[in-house]
């Protein structure tokens, strides 16, 4: 069974531009989830998703943080503009049998 | 609000020790308790969980009770490996699907 795909594993952006992340869940899997991981630090749920429905994005900050999961499948993450802090791993997961999986990630460096 | 707190490393232990990562939480109602682990290069694993007082979680040779009476989750091992030195994060969650609140994580040397 293949796990949470993410891409990009690596994304260099200057700061003020746009960003995007992608996100597959598994198979099958209804609830997902975006965190955000700073260096040294352990994940922040930024978002959680029921199928196409944000029902917890109280931590994601909408003035520069958006995400979408129109089919209920795949899932994006944009960040615009980005800024230096923005720097992170940026962590998708989804939910079968009470646990929940971990994709590898996108590590964002803004210069 | 919902917090954890575990104890910063690096730790680092020879072959064959004994391991303890303490961890100590804060949450309201009756929160389920993880521990995850991040292997170099690889992104989080579910290494054990509990899900009411006094449940024991254990995988791999790792252990941990859930205490409510100290709001803790220790992690143990009786005789750690070299293929053990990772970064461990202790969590919870409220339960149901919501989202889990992480540790800072313990990166963990094991040194042959």
């Known amino acids: 069974e293949a796990g949470v795909v993410q891409s990009p594993r690596y994304k260099i952006i200057e700061k003020k531009q746009p960003v995007a992340f992608w996100c597959n869940p598994i198979?099958?899997?209804?609830?997902l989830y975006w965190y955000l991981q700073n260096l040294g630090q352990g994940p922040e749920l930024l978002i959680r998703y029921e199928n196409e429905e944000a029902v917890d994005d109280s931590q994601l900050p909408k003035d520069r943080f958006s995400a979408e999961r129109l089919k209920g499948v795949d899932s994006t993450l944009k960040i615009q503009p980005a800024e230096l802090g923005d720097s992170a791993v940026y962590l998708c997961?989804?939910?079968?049998?009470?646990?929940?999986?971990f994709g590898p990630g996108t590590r964002l460096t803004v210069l | 609000g919902n917090s954890v707190t575990q104890m910063e490393g690096p730790v680092t232990l020879s072959e064959e020790a004994f391991l303890t990562i303490n961890c100590t939480y804060t949450?309201?109602?009756?929160?389920?308790l993880f521990w995850y682990v991040q292997y170099p290069g690889e992104g989080l694993q579910l290494l054990l969980k509990?899900?009411?007082?006094?449940d024991k979680g254990s995988n791999k040779g790792f252990e941990a009770t859930y205490r409510k009476e100290t709001t803790s989750f220790h992690l143990e091992k009786g005789s750690v490996q070299v293929s053990d030195s990772a970064v461990y994060f202790c969590?919870?969650?409220?339960?149901?699907?919501?989202?889990?609140?992480f540790g800072k994580g313990t990166h963990l040397i094991i040194q042959p």
């Open positions: 997961a989804s939910r079968g049998g009470n646990e929940q999986f």
């Open positions: 969590a919870l969650s409220r339960g149901g699907a919501d989202g889990l609140t």
């Open positions: 509990a899900t009411k007082a006094d």
């Open positions: 198979s099958g899997h209804n609830t």
């Open positions: 949450a309201t109602g009756y929160p389920s």
